[in-house]
């Protein structure tokens, strides 16, 4: 009798699963070094000129606010500091690591956008939640989506599916893919941050995003990857924000300490931040 589908099957076969590039890999080992330095990860980094470029825009964004001109990756490192810079290189490789699924199922261009937005909102939520480095959150918002675009490369019938029968409605998407896989994209995508070995609180975030009150630790990160995503119904289908609100359960809204005040001056900010960071983000 074969054995139920299950994310760690689905990805039992790596030739379709994308690898992360070996500039990420290496930053990954040097974080885990305690003797790197910032020269060390510079000298790292500056081996990938395209890459070198689009961090030194995305430390020169509204992402970290500097008042001075950050014109070196030297100094990048040190201000950002050794792990934000390893957050930052694995959000601007995200983008051309998936560049290949296929353009039937879904807009790619799209998808970005709207990952890029939940990361920004992820951002401000985190710093209006008074989160340690809230820019980090902007990276768990960007990837929050990755096991979708894998479920459309190893399943692309069945997504074809999920797709069509949710009319467009993002938050449907899940509930179906449960009825007709038995999992879920964040389950998926949980288990792709797992095999890139990821940080733990980046593996919780994007494995827990459609139920944060069930995660044994990292509850608030994930909480702020659930509320963000939510929020992006604005930019997606222009949902009003408070009807958003008020659909979030009370357990989840109890993990973030923000208040819908807060909320509404957050998405205010958006537009701006979002207009900047995704001009760095999605020309590459």
């Not at 790596?14 to 990860?41: G, M």
């Not at 694995?90 to 790619?108: E, Y």
């Not at 939640?129 to 399943?155: C, T």
């Not at 797992?194 to 940080?199: A, C, I, S």
């Amino acid at each position: 009798m074969p054995q139920p589908l299950s994310p760690a099957r689905l990805l039992e076969d790596n030739r379709e699963l994308p690898s992360l590039p070996d500039v990420v890999v290496r930053l990954q080992a040097a974080i885990d070094d305690p003797t790197s330095t910032a020269d060390t990860l510079a000298g790292i980094i500056a081996g990938d000129p395209a890459l070198t470029a689009r961090l030194l825009k995305l430390a020169n964004s509204p992402l970290y606010g500097f008042s001075g001109r950050i014109d070196t990756i030297t100094r990048a490192v040190t201000l950002v500091g050794l792990e934000s810079i390893y957050h930052l290189a694995l959000a601007t490789t995200a983008v051309s690591v998936f560049r290949g699924i296929p353009a039937h199922l879904i807009d790619m261009d799209e998808f970005w956008v709207q990952s890029t937005y939940c990361g920004v909102v992820a951002r401000l939520l985190a710093r209006a939640a008074g989160v340690l480095h809230p820019e980090r959150l902007f990276v768990v918002g960007l990837l929050h989506g990755i096991g979708s675009l894998v479920l459309y490369v190893k399943l692309p019938d069945p997504s074809r599916e999920v797709l069509l029968a949710s009319q467009g409605r993002r938050e449907l998407i899940p509930l179906l893919e449960k009825d007709l896989l038995g999992f879920t994209y964040a389950d998926v995508g949980g288990e792709i941050a797992r095999r890139w070995k990821l940080p733990p609180w980046l593996q919780t975030a994007i494995a827990w995003q459609l139920n944060p009150e069930q995660a044994d630790d990292f509850r608030m990160e994930t909480g702020i990857l659930y509320l963000a995503n939510r929020l992006t119904g604005v930019l997606v289908h222009g949902d009003a924000i408070e009807d958003i609100l008020v659909e979030v359960p009370a357990a989840v809204r109890d993990l973030v300490p923000v208040t819908e005040g807060q909320v509404l001056e957050v998405m205010a900010e958006v537009t701006r931040e979002f207009t900047e960071v995704a001009a760095v983000l999605l020309s590459v």
